[in-house]
């Protein structure tokens, strides 16, 4: 960079020294090129009528039928819908591990506070398994924790995890749950990198805690929380199979029904290789368009952009 | 300092600031306090449910102390040999996966992080690209099946080793960390890129390769979706899969039939789903404390990435 334009001579001679360099890049890149480019040229089956006898190559073309049969189908609008809910729902709750780290922040640095920190983190480390064997028996109606305390006050249990209303709230708040203390940790450390005079200088002009919250943290924050912002909008139809596939039953399908466990069950349980691939294909480019766009947004009215 | 500075505020600013200051105080340590018994209490109740009388649990006698002290829940699992199997598999994959991701993420980071490679903006566009654009569930497992990895053990461990979030923390731990003036001084004294590597940066680097293990050893004892998607063979499945069939498949009831032997094991079922819980999350819980200073400057280095 500092040497500006580099002749081709001497881009071939930082080549040839540094080949030790590109040693230690090669398994990365024989890995990246074998598991993820390679399959990227498989989404071709998307336009085509794969057969496993025929393959990539050889499989006829379908065009866009696959993506048409997707667009007309009655579960376009369902899965889409309860994607585009579940991920604006968690979107809603972006603030929270801000608010925790401005406590956290608040609170003198001492064993309670590194004791609070650590426990917070912790349920970080549950498994989605786990977390979700938790949430059945935790919310049962005849056994749990919530059945138990309605039978206290004498009414009776309503069945949380198979209400299709209630779907959406149980996943995001159990997701907030979970990651909120590690979600947090980011802005602590963002706030810890500020420099203790100008707090001292605030309240030398008589500055209050809020006033050093209000002009102090919280602009800390604004870079990290944009960069973080524009990955979750990024990601707006990406919500995870992991969670979603195990809290489905057959009560809340209605709302639980989303684009990956979608192309799952059409991809591997029902092996419509190609009708699967093209919907995963549509989630993905909807995803990219919208990252890219949410970029630029943020480029144009602050600083902060990913790239 | 604080005396110093009360002095230049009026007298009564003084006494509210002190005032207020304190409702604050008791606001923020109120509300920690609850956070803290809603993060615990969970947890909480499945360890002392995990010791208790079954149907103690399930008529809501059990809120702060376990009822009916009974060990039948972690006894019960030793006749399961399917979650031994899969702990056994889960350590293996753990490990070895572990070793490679870092043997092939560590290397490439620290390439990356010269700025005298060749190649570096493309190469490192190579790896951010898969971030954002993938080919998909079905294009991957045709993949997967093409390379003859379907139903294998190496499927667990080596197709997804590379992370790029992780390449691009530890080449900024790289960047930030590793003098360069080290590079030139060990270049005049005859030290090739590989030697230099594992002789002089990776010493360095203790920390960024403890953050990355961690952060590689907790994903591959918690994740399932590889399991699910490519493992047929029962005796390859790692324990979350096993947990699945027990927590949230209830695989374990069904086939009980009647009567009173399936009674009892109904109950010894619905027990085992609390030790089991207790098994599976103890031993990566309790790695965790030990390695909270390094997953700490793990997410510094991450928040600071440029």
């Given at each position: 960079?500092?040497?500006?334009?580099?002749?081709?001579?001497?881009?071939?001679?930082?080549?040839?020294?540094?080949?030790?360099?590109?040693?230690?890049?090669?398994?990365?890149?024989?890995?990246?090129?074998?598991?993820?480019y390679?399959?990227?040229?498989?989404v071709?089956?998307?336009?085509?009528?794969?057969?496993?006898?025929?393959?990539i190559?050889?499989?006829?073309?379908?065009?866009?039928?696959?993506?048409?049969?997707?667009?007309?189908?009655y579960?376009?609008?369902?899965?889409?819908?309860?994607?585009?809910?579940?991920?604006?729902y968690?979107?809603?709750?972006?603030?929270?591990?801000?608010?925790?780290?401005?406590?956290?922040n608040q609170?003198?640095?001492?064993?309670?506070?590194?004791?609070?920190?650590?426990?917070?983190?912790?349920?970080?480390?549950?498994?989605?398994?786990?977390?979700?064997?938790?949430?059945?028996?935790?919310l049962?109606?005849?056994?749990?924790?919530?059945?138990?305390a309605?039978?206290?006050?004498?009414?009776?249990?309503?069945?949380?995890?198979?209400?299709?209303g209630?779907?959406?709230?149980i996943?995001?708040?159990?997701?907030?749950?979970?990651?909120?203390?590690?979600?947090?940790?980011?802005?602590?450390?963002?706030?810890?990198?500020?420099?203790?005079?100008l707090?001292?200088?605030?309240?030398?002009?008589?500055?209050?805690?809020?006033?050093?919250?209000?002009?102090?943290?919280?602009?800390?924050?604004?870079p990290?929380a944009?960069?973080?912002?524009?990955?979750?909008?990024?990601?707006?139809?990406?919500?995870?199979?992991?969670?979603?596939?195990?809290?489905q039953?057959?009560?809340?399908?209605?709302?639980?029904?989303?684009l990956?466990?979608?192309?799952?069950k059409?991809?591997?349980?029902s092996?419509?290789?190609?009708?699967?691939?093209?919907?995963s294909?549509?989630?993905t480019?909807?995803?990219?368009?919208?990252?890219?766009?949410?970029n630029?947004?943020?480029?144009?009215?602050?600083e902060?952009?990913?790239? | 300092?604080?005396?110093a500075?009360?002095?230049?505020?009026?007298?009564?600013?003084?006494?509210?600031?002190?005032?207020?200051?304190?409702?604050t105080?008791v606001?923020?340590?109120?509300?920690?306090?609850?956070?803290?018994?809603?993060l615990?209490?969970?947890?909480?109740f499945?360890?002392?449910?995990?010791?208790?009388?079954?149907s103690?649990?399930?008529?809501?006698?059990?809120?702060?102390?376990?009822?009916?002290?009974t060990?039948?829940?972690?006894?019960?699992?030793?006749?399961?040999?399917?979650?031994?199997?899969?702990?056994?598999?889960?350590?293996?994959?753990?490990?070895?996966?572990?070793?490679?991701?870092?043997?092939?993420?560590?290397?490439?980071?620290?390439?990356?992080?010269r700025k005298?490679?060749?190649?570096?903006?493309?190469l490192?566009?190579?790896?951010?690209?898969t971030?954002f654009?993938?080919?998909?569930?079905?294009?991957?497992?045709?993949?997967?099946?093409?390379?003859?990895?379907?139903?294998?053990?190496?499927?667990?461990?080596?197709?997804?080793?590379?992370?790029?979030y992780?390449?691009?923390?530890?080449?900024?731990?790289f960047?930030?960390s590793?003098p360069?003036?080290?590079?030139?001084?060990?270049q005049?004294?005859?030290?090739?890129?590989l030697?230099?590597?594992?002789?002089?940066?990776?010493?360095?680097?203790k920390?960024?390769?403890?953050?990355?293990?961690?952060?590689?050893?907790v994903?591959?004892?918690?994740?399932?979706?590889?399991?699910?998607?490519?493992?047929?063979?029962?005796?390859?499945?790692?324990?979350?899969?096993?947990?699945?069939?027990?927590?949230?498949?209830?695989?374990?009831?069904?086939?009980?039939g009647?009567?009173?032997?399936?009674?009892?094991?109904?109950?010894?079922?619905?027990?085992?789903?609390y030790?089991?819980?207790i098994?599976?999350?103890?031993?990566?819980?309790?790695?965790?404390?030990?390695?909270?200073?390094?997953?700490?400057?793990?997410?510094?280095?991450?928040?600071?990435?440029?």
């Amino acid at each position: 960079m500092k040497a500006g334009y580099i002749g081709a001579g001497r881009r071939y001679g930082t080549f040839r020294r540094n080949w030790g360099l590109y040693v230690l890049l090669l398994p990365a890149v024989v890995l990246t090129l074998l598991f993820a480019y390679k399959p990227m040229y498989g989404v071709l089956i998307a336009f085509k009528d794969y057969s496993p006898a025929l393959g990539i190559g050889g499989s006829p073309w379908a065009g866009l039928k696959y993506f048409e049969k997707f667009f007309n189908s009655y579960q376009f609008s369902t899965t889409i819908k309860n994607t585009v809910i579940i991920s604006l729902y968690s979107l809603i709750t972006f603030p929270i591990p801000i608010l925790l780290a401005l406590m956290v922040n608040q609170m003198r640095a001492n064993r309670f506070r590194r004791f609070f920190q650590t426990v917070s983190y912790m349920p970080h480390f549950i498994s989605t398994v786990v977390m979700v064997g938790l949430m059945l028996i935790l919310l049962s109606p005849s056994t749990g924790l919530v059945g138990n305390a309605y039978k206290l006050f004498g009414a009776e249990a309503p069945d949380l995890m198979g209400s299709p209303g209630l779907f959406s709230s149980i996943y995001v708040w159990s997701d907030v749950w979970q990651h909120v203390g590690w979600d947090s940790i980011i802005y602590i450390a963002a706030l810890s990198t500020v420099d203790p005079s100008l707090y001292e200088a605030a309240t030398v002009d008589g500055a209050g805690r809020w006033h050093k919250i209000r002009y102090i943290d919280i602009p800390m924050l604004i870079p990290t929380a944009v960069t973080l912002l524009i990955l979750r909008v990024g990601g707006l139809l990406g919500v995870g199979f992991e969670k979603v596939y195990l809290m489905q039953n057959d009560l809340n399908i209605t709302s639980s029904e989303i684009l990956s466990t979608y192309v799952y069950k059409i991809g591997l349980l029902s092996s419509q290789y190609s009708f699967s691939s093209a919907i995963s294909l549509f989630n993905t480019v909807i995803n990219f368009i919208l990252l890219i766009l949410v970029n630029q947004i943020s480029k144009k009215f602050s600083e902060n952009s990913l790239w | 300092m604080e005396t110093a500075n009360t002095t230049l505020r009026p007298v009564t600013g003084a006494i509210k600031q002190g005032r207020s200051d304190k409702a604050t105080e008791v606001v923020i340590y109120g509300f920690a306090i609850l956070f803290l018994i809603v993060l615990m209490y969970p947890l909480y109740f499945i360890v002392i449910a995990s010791f208790s009388d079954p149907s103690a649990v399930a008529n809501g006698k059990v809120w702060f102390i376990p009822r009916g002290f009974t060990l039948d829940g972690y006894k019960e699992l030793f006749k399961h040999q399917n979650i031994w199997i899969g702990y056994r598999n889960t350590i293996l994959y753990t490990v070895i996966g572990t070793a490679i991701g870092l043997a092939v993420n560590i290397p490439a980071a620290y390439a990356l992080s010269r700025k005298d490679l060749a190649g570096r903006k493309f190469l490192s566009l190579y790896f951010i690209f898969t971030m954002f654009f993938s080919g998909g569930l079905i294009p991957t497992f045709l993949t997967i099946r093409d390379f003859h990895m379907y139903n294998t053990f190496l499927v667990m461990v080596l197709p997804f080793s590379v992370v790029v979030y992780d390449i691009i923390v530890a080449r900024t731990f790289f960047q930030t960390s590793i003098p360069e003036d080290l590079w030139e001084a060990a270049q005049i004294d005859g030290c090739g890129n590989l030697r230099y590597f594992v002789q002089i940066v990776l010493p360095l680097s203790k920390a960024i390769i403890a953050v990355l293990g961690l952060w590689i050893a907790v994903g591959y004892w918690n994740s399932y979706f590889n399991a699910l998607i490519y493992l047929k063979n029962p005796d390859l499945h790692p324990l979350q899969l096993i947990l699945r069939n027990i927590l949230i498949t209830n695989q374990m009831q069904s086939g009980m039939g009647t009567g009173e032997a399936a009674q009892i094991a109904l109950r010894l079922a619905n027990m085992m789903r609390y030790s089991v819980i207790i098994i599976a999350t103890v031993p990566i819980m309790c790695v965790y404390p030990f390695a909270q200073k390094y997953f700490n400057q793990g997410v510094m280095i991450g928040a600071v990435k440029s």
